[in-house]
């Protein structure tokens, strides 16, 4: 083809109206639609042997040579492909600006529907309506919200990758696909100069009935769909960077196969202790991705972990390093000139009061805020990033095997310490002091739990947190 598309694809599901569709479009000279030939199952029918001089076993053994050769066949060829067909592909199948997006979709109640009757009755597509078998199925709440999560996510994945390439697709819903004007929409698009007088008139539509004459329960299939949050209304959205790994940050006991994962701002002195005196002792860091393969390798039934802390324990961590550290003396001035945030002259920090500590926390904690949504120009320091982005960065190279809370750690180290073999593992250490003159205890109270939950509400959904407590008298805090 000499035209904008050389081959297409119909991105679509079971149910939607795809075999009509290509019905429809093989009526066109020149058009030729192979169906689901990259189905795990089959190639493109049950009966099928071979597509394109291809069989079965040779499209499994390089399913790329299949798509080559619908490219390069003769005439405008293309496809169907669901959400769980062959996954080797479908990222060359997207990026292939040469290749035309058609994107068909259903109402997915009636897709479901449609699907349990046709899995049930055995009819997968009706030529003549003296063949039509009725049975009316049971709608499940949960088995229909498995069935809508799965092609919610194939759907965005594909309109992700057609931003991410410049590309559009052709968007057509079922009813659509019955309109010929449509088609004939949808023929422009493809660069095609035919137009069609008719849908094809080959299929009959098997189910045509209301909703409610073709479910049992259509009363309980009402209320669960009430609950369904068709609009993500209850979706955190994160305007967080996605985070890496941290493998420079990655600490591996010497002595034992334990691999510890820190999240900043780092308090854990406590911890890497605990490391270096197991077993021979010392601690191995430095790692590069590549070194750490070779640790793994080495060391059979290792377990890696982290620590998280209460997110009102990191805040004032993150507080203290943006108030104590050189490396953000620049950001100290720039908070307090566009961010107002009331905080004194370098020289005079160590003399502020628990008011004084008090005010700047909060005004720390609203400038977190806004800068997590990404709505200043100031780096999104992990610092003070959420747990839930450090934790979600490491799985893109090592998913920690234990996940250690704070006030609980002497217990997790002891469990891990275990399934690695170490007998007789000392306990951690004393946590580290404060690291400001004011304490938390001193400053924290409703308003700044309050507001350290309407910043952090990610993590504190995501890993359960409660309320802070304070620290017991004479015991030490974690810094």
């Given at each position: ?32 639609c ?12 049950p ?140 023929l422009?698009?493809?660069g ?27 009363a ?11 609009a993500?209304l ?48 010392g ?69 502020m ?54 006030e ?21 250490g ?22 350290v ?27």
């Open positions: 083809m000499t035209g904008r598309f050389d081959h297409f694809v119909i991105f679509a599901e079971m149910r939607t109206g795809s075999n009509l569709l290509e019905a429809t479009l093989e009526q066109v000279p020149g058009v030729h192979h169906g689901e030939i990259f189905n795990p199952v089959h190639l493109g029918g009966k099928k042997k071979q597509v394109l001089g291809m069989t079965m076993a040779e499209r499994l053994a390089d399913p790329a040579a299949l798509l080559a050769r619908v490219r390069q066949a003769e005439g405008l060829n293309g496809f169907r492909f669901f959400h769980d067909h062959e996954p080797r592909v479908l990222d060359e199948i997207l990026g292939d600006p040469r290749c035309a997006k058609i994107v068909l979709t259903r109402n997915p109640v009636d897709c479901y529907v449609s699907l349990k009757i046709a899995r049930n009755t055995q009819k997968w597509r009706l030529t003549d309506v003296k063949d039509r078998v009725v049975w009316r199925p049971t709608f499940r709440a949960e088995e229909f919200e498995s069935f809508l999560e799965e092609r919610q996510q194939f759907q965005l994945r594909l309109l992700n990758a057609l931003q991410v390439t410049g590309q559009t697709a052709f968007y057509l819903d079922y009813e659509d696909s019955l309109r010929v004007d449509v088609i004939n929409g949808l422009r698009f493809l095609l100069a035919e137009r069609l007088e008719a849908i094809a008139g080959s299929l009959v539509r098997q189910n045509p009935e209301e909703l409610e004459d073709k479910v049992r329960n259509f309980e299939m009402e209320e669960a769909l009430q609950r369904i949050d068709w993500s209850a979706r955190t959205p994160n305007f967080e960077p996605r985070r890496g790994p941290g493998v420079p940050r990655m600490v591996a006991a010497a002595g034992a196969p334990l691999l510890y994962v820190p999240i900043p701002p780092f308090a854990d002195q406590h911890l890497r202790a605990w490391l270096a005196a197991l077993g021979e002792g601690l191995i860091e430095g790692f590069t991705q590549k070194s750490l393969r070779q640790w793994k390798r080495k060391a059979p039934g290792h377990r890696s972990f982290t620590l998280l802390r209460h997110p009102l324990d990191r805040a004032w961590s993150a507080y203290a390093r943006v108030l104590t550290a050189d490396a953000y003396r620049d950001m100290r001035a720039t908070l307090r000139g566009h961010h107002a945030l009331p905080l004194p002259e370098d020289e005079a920090i160590a003399a009061d628990a008011a004084a500590h008090r005010a700047a926390f909060l005004g720390f904690l609203d400038f977190v805020k806004v800068n997590l949504a990404g709505q200043t120009g100031m780096r999104q320091d992990l610092a003070w990033g959420t747990q839930w982005s450090a934790v979600n960065g490491m799985a893109n190279f090592t998913l920690p095997d234990v996940i250690c809370r704070a609980s750690l002497a217990e997790d180290l002891a469990y891990l310490a275990r399934a690695v073999g170490v007998a007789g593992a000392p306990a951690p004393p946590e580290t002091v404060e690291p400001l003159p004011v304490p938390l205890a001193a400053i924290a109270d409703e308003e700044v739990e309050s507001r939950r309407d910043v952090y509400r990610k993590d504190f959904m995501a890993f359960g947190f409660g309320a802070w407590k304070a620290p017991k008298p004479g015991s030490r805090r974690l810094a």
